[in-house]
């Protein structure tokens, strides 16, 4: 390890109490082997944060955990911003060694200016004036935080709650090199946490975090676990999952650096406030256009400009790399989260949006603005189900680890697939639908075990799906595959439920619906294109009936003579914004790992029509 890591590592030791790994405690009344769903959000920020503050927020982590379980979540993450712990509480805390400095001063008169660009910079540096010449005191003032951020957690995992909640320690890795969007949420599975989080001061590039946070936390603490999961890839002007990681070049170091990525980066935040990361509607990958992919486009993504970001066209060089190196940096599974800088973790419904962004977009005319921030374009943000035994922090953070999770655009749609080699043909009719296809089958999440014997075998998927409180329209199965003629990566999409054209309208006036939809549907497909050659992945998508977006149930609301100020409700369309949407849920992939191994360098990405 470098000097850098070696010296963070040093310092690392237990914050709070929490209990080991491992450690055996009575199972939960409700305990499920074949695993209950359970809804949360894993993307919170608080007074702690340098932006939320200045925003106006002053939550602390102990009262956006009551709102989570106030709110009926099952569990959530306090993931403030690593970087500037010290300096928000110096500039903050009368009489604070640095709290009279002209950059404190500045920060609280609403300027920011004197610490943020330091998370775009390849070499970052501390302001002096706040943190000292070495940075000590921002360090120092920093750990404080911390601990108190951790010890909410403890508060928050009571015996009372046991069962019933679930907190998880966190913070965001806020690294922005030269502008783009590279961020982590940092999840630890427990309060046994290195006494200092990995921020982008130490750790400048996503890689350098990876490594870090094994050498601070798994390598350093007894019983410290712990994941990252990149958020908002649709603003990372095509950086977030690129395959070329400065100064590994060897062929063999390329494959531990995907042995890392794959392990402490097991899921990928697809939907959030600041838009949807799942994909574009006429991306490269895809083989035929994908109007699904509409909802919520936010930022340069809305014109197309970097579809390397979207996490459709991530997964396909996933298997483009699994094919090369024998190992997958990019098997993902997909998480939501509101990202609220509010502490409302879980407010995601459309017809009560009442904003995430603190003092800053707490009114409707200030969350219709499209001018100077694009407020309207933001949304209430998405939720993570979790497929876990029990509602315990062990047993949720086990199921994010082996992917048997999804996510959803905001409604607490019920979602189950299983893909298997054996038939699945007749299950959506009978009772023990899960039980039969558990064991024959692998979850969401999981791989297809090698194909047996018999050649004319297929994969088969099973998808079955409950409504929230909206109905549902369809379901549908995605297949990305590698095009053993090119090596590169396309996905195609199945209506296997539902209809693909739905009937259902929605009153612009009035957003009342029309129409129906179903309440539950359930279906099957096999992959009669399957090549047991080349690796492959298959998820499912749910997509509700149309709805009214939040933007246009308060353009409705608003007197006339103030909605006619508003381009957000003359003009959505120019600042592209939808009226309606159809909300969606989105699985992990289920993976087949085809027959990789290490082949040849990577080609370019010149793509053709997939034969």
């Not at 405690?25 to 919170?44: K, T, W």
């Not at 993931?79 to 500037?84: I, V």
């Not at 990361?277 to 991306?283: G, M, Q």
């Not at 959506?428 to 999981?446: F, K, N, Q, S, Y």
């Given at each position: 390890m470098n000097r850098t890591f070696a010296i963070f590592t040093m310092c690392a030791l237990f914050?709070?109490?929490?209990?080991?790994?491992?450690?055996?405690?009575?199972?939960?009344?409700?305990?499920?082997?074949?695993?209950?769903?359970?809804?949360?959000?894993?993307?919170?920020?608080?007074?702690?944060?340098?932006?939320?503050w200045m925003w106006g927020n002053r939550i602390t982590p102990d009262g956006a955990l009551q709102y989570a379980i106030d709110s009926g979540l099952d569990f959530s993450v306090i993931?403030?911003?690593?970087?500037?712990l010290g300096e928000l509480q110096l500039c903050t805390t009368i009489g604070s060694p640095a709290y009279e400095s002209a950059p404190c001063k500045r920060y609280r008169g609403g300027d920011r200016s004197d610490f943020t660009p330091q998370n775009q910079l390849e070499n970052p540096e501390r302001n002096?004036?706040?943190?000292?010449?070495?940075?000590?005191?921002?360090?120092?003032?920093?750990?404080?935080?911390?601990?108190?951020?951790?010890?909410?957690?403890?508060?928050?995992?009571?015996?009372?709650?046991?069962?019933?909640?679930?907190?998880f320690p966190g913070y965001e890795w806020t690294g922005s090199n030269g502008g783009t969007n590279q961020h982590r949420t940092v999840i630890f599975r427990s309060t046994a946490v290195p006494s200092l989080p990995v921020s982008h001061f130490e750790a400048p590039f996503p890689h350098q975090m990876r490594e870090a946070l094994a050498d601070v936390c798994l390598?350093?603490?007894?019983?410290?676990?712990?994941?990252?999961?990149?958020?908002?890839?649709?603003?990372?002007?095509?950086?977030?999952?690129t395959t070329d990681i400065p100064g590994i070049t060897t062929l063999e170091d390329q494959v531990a650096?995907?042995?890392?990525?794959?392990?402490?980066?097991?899921?990928?935040?697809v939907f959030q406030h600041k838009?949807?990361?799942?994909?574009?509607?006429?991306?490269?990958?895809?083989?035929?256009?994908?109007?699904?992919?509409?909802?919520?486009?936010?930022?340069?993504?809305?014109?197309?400009?970097?579809?390397?970001?979207?996490v459709y066209t991530a997964l396909g060089s996933g298997l483009e790399e699994w094919l090369r190196l024998g190992v997958n940096p990019f098997q993902f599974g997909f998480v939501g989260a509101t990202?609220?800088?509010?502490?409302?973790?879980?407010?995601?419904?459309?017809?009560?949006?009442?904003?995430?962004?603190?003092?800053?977009?707490?009114?409707?005319?200030?969350?219709?603005?499209?001018?100077?921030?694009?407020?309207?374009?933001?949304?209430?943000?998405?939720?993570?189900?979790?497929?876990?035994?029990?509602?315990?922090?062990?047993?949720?953070f086990d199921a994010i680890k082996r992917r048997e999770v999804y996510a959803t655009s905001g409604p607490k749609i019920v979602v189950r697939t299983f893909a298997s080699w054996d038939s699945l043909e007749g299950l959506?009719?009978?009772?023990?639908?899960?039980?039969?296809?558990?064991?024959?089958?692998?979850?969401?999440?999981?791989e297809l075990a090698p194909r047996p014997w018999d050649p004319s075998l297929r994969p088969e998927v099973i998808a079955t799906a409950v409504a929230d409180e909206t109905p549902l329209a369809q379901i549908q199965v995605l297949k990305t595959w590698v095009d053993p003629a090119t090596g590169l990566a396309y996905e195609e999409v199945h209506t296997i439920a539902g209809d693909a054209e739905t009937t259902a309208t929605v009153d612009l006036e009035t957003c009342e619906r029309s129409g129906t939809g179903y309440t539950r549907l359930c279906g099957t497909w096999v992959d009669v294109d399957f090549d047991p050659d080349v690796p492959a992945a298959y998820h499912v998508r749910v997509v509700e009936v149309p709805t009214c977006r939040w933007s246009r149930r308060q353009c409705n609301a608003l007197a006339p003579s103030v909605a006619e100020q508003l381009s957000a409700c003359t003009d959505p369309a120019a600042n592209h914004i939808d009226e309606i949407i159809q909300e969606q849920a989105w699985t992990s992939p289920i993976w087949y790992p085809g027959r990789t191994g290490r082949s040849t360098p990577r080609r370019a990405k010149g793509r053709a029509a997939p034969k």
């Open positions: 914050v709070g109490a929490g209990p080991f790994v491992g450690a055996q405690e009575p199972s939960c009344p409700d305990a499920n082997p074949l695993r209950n769903v359970y809804f949360g959000d894993l993307h919170v920020h608080t007074s702690l944060s340098l932006d939320a993931s403030d911003h690593s970087e500037w002096i004036e706040v943190c000292g010449a070495d940075g000590s005191r921002c360090r120092e003032w920093a750990a404080d935080a911390w601990a108190r951020l951790v010890t909410a957690v403890d508060h928050a995992n009571t015996p009372e709650n046991r069962c019933t909640f679930s907190a390598e350093s603490v007894h019983g410290c676990d712990v994941i990252a999961i990149p958020h908002n890839s649709n603003l990372a002007l095509g950086t977030m999952f650096a995907a042995r890392l990525q794959q392990r402490l980066e097991p899921v990928v935040e838009g949807s990361s799942v994909c574009l509607p006429n991306a490269g990958i895809l083989a035929q256009p994908d109007p699904l992919c509409r909802l919520e486009l936010y930022g340069p993504g809305v014109r197309g400009a970097y579809e390397e970001d979207y990202d609220t800088h509010g502490s409302t973790p879980g407010r995601v419904d459309e017809a009560d949006f009442q904003g995430h962004v603190a003092k800053m977009d707490d009114r409707p005319v200030e969350r219709l603005r499209t001018t100077p921030q694009d407020w309207a374009g933001f949304n209430p943000g998405g939720l993570t189900a979790v497929w876990a035994s029990e509602n315990t922090p062990d047993a949720l959506c009719d009978r009772p023990d639908l899960v039980e039969i296809a558990d064991e024959i089958g692998a979850p969401m999440g999981g």
